[in-house]
């Protein structure tokens, strides 16, 4: 799906895909067709709603559901480690 909008991950952890250096974040699903999408607090809205597209056409050819699902947003966290803050939807 990534190669296919012409995007790389930066960082894998768990169920978390971090993209293009944290612009963006999936959240797999527990099935396993669902992708769940985070936008960073600082990505400019007119590039979320850019990269939401290009995204959901890679995701349909690839037979995933890409779902938006809100932003997030990274704060330092106990022992040098880094705490995700999903933010509520609007």
Request: proline share 4%; net charge negative; aromatic share 12%.
């Given at each position: ?76 966290g106990a022992k040098n480690q880094i ?5 509520p939807t609007n």
């Amino acid at each position: 799906m990534l190669e296919e909008a012409g995007l790389v991950y930066s960082y894998c952890y768990e169920d978390l895909v971090f993209v293009e250096s944290s612009v963006v974040l999936f959240k797999m699903g527990e099935n396993s067709r669902e992708v769940f999408l985070y936008n960073h607090v600082d990505c400019p809205q007119k590039d979320a709603d850019d990269l939401e597209i290009k995204l959901s056409l890679s995701a349909s050819q690839e037979g995933l559901m890409l779902i938006p699902y809100g932003k997030y947003k990274l704060k330092p966290g106990a022992k040098n480690q880094i705490d995700i803050e999903f933010l509520p939807t609007n």
